[in-house]
């Protein structure tokens, strides 16, 4: 059992919008600006997305957001192409005792 | 371009020590938070450590007695010890390091490609 709860898949036609939402406590997203997101494709590392929440690294596409509210972090991919089908995971530190938190992951379908 | 390459034994036995060595070619390993990440197969993600070049190190919690992560910065390397493994230890380990010099943002911005570790006898 992760400690961030993620739906198990998501799915949406190229050109539509979807969020993936990553919900943990008070301990950790809810605690801390230090929620990131990573993309793997199958067989490869993951790629990082969005790191503290909504900051976007060099060379992501813009169609990539992320943001929280309380203790839920999401993850917005707008004009879903096809490439965009991967498994998504989302990560917070936890503070010094918890460490690191992943979430079970979310396979995207584009459909 | 920076690039990072796990390395070590393919098959390690129940209660022996899993040693694996990351190297970093084309920049250095000085300045830098670095991290281990693995992956079961067909699972998902687990943080195993987090270290800064200076060796600071940030264990998980449920790992930290079997474990130590390391910096040889003369060898440009970082390195893991998971002591006493069992076969719930078998996974795809990755290295993996911060995007930004000096900074903490627990996120792991440059991977390698991984390397799968089996436990068994």
């Known amino acids: 059992q992760s400690a961030l709860t993620q739906p198990a898949s998501v799915s949406g036609s190229p050109g539509q919008s979807i969020t993936i939402s990553c919900t943990g406590t008070?301990?950790?997203?809810?605690?801390?600006?230090?929620v990131s997101w990573y993309q793997q494709h199958p067989g490869k590392a993951p790629k990082l997305m969005i790191s503290?929440?909504?900051k976007r690294p060099s060379g992501v596409s813009n169609r990539f957001s992320g943001s929280k509210s309380g203790n839920t972090a999401s993850l917005t991919i707008s004009g879903l192409q096809a490439e965009d089908e991967a498994d998504y995971y989302c990560?917070?530190?936890?503070?010094?005792?918890?460490?690191?938190?992943f979430g079970g992951g979310t396979k995207l379908t584009v459909l | 371009q920076v690039q990072l390459q796990e390395s070590g034994p393919g098959l390690v036995k129940p209660s022996e020590t899993l040693s694996l060595t990351c190297t970093v070619s084309g920049g250095s390993i000085s300045s830098y938070y670095w991290s281990w990440i693995r992956q079961p197969p067909g699972k998902g993600l687990e943080w195993i450590g987090y270290?800064?070049?200076?060796?600071?190190?940030n264990y998980n919690p449920s790992l930290k007695s079997r474990l130590t992560v390391s910096i040889d910065t003369s060898k440009n390397q970082l390195s893991l010890k998971l002591s006493s493994v069992t076969a719930a230890d078998t996974a795809v380990y990755y290295c993996?390091?911060?995007?930004?010099?000096?900074?903490?943002?627990?996120?792991?911005?440059?991977w390698g490609q991984g390397t799968l570790v089996t436990v068994s006898s």
């Open positions: 990560c917070s530190y936890a503070g010094s005792t918890n460490f690191v938190v």
């Open positions: 270290v800064y070049y200076s060796g600071n190190t």
């Open positions: 993996a390091r911060e995007l930004f010099p000096y900074t903490s943002s627990w996120s792991a911005g440059l």
């Open positions: 008070s301990s950790d997203v809810g605690n801390y600006n230090l």
């Open positions: 503290e929440g909504s």
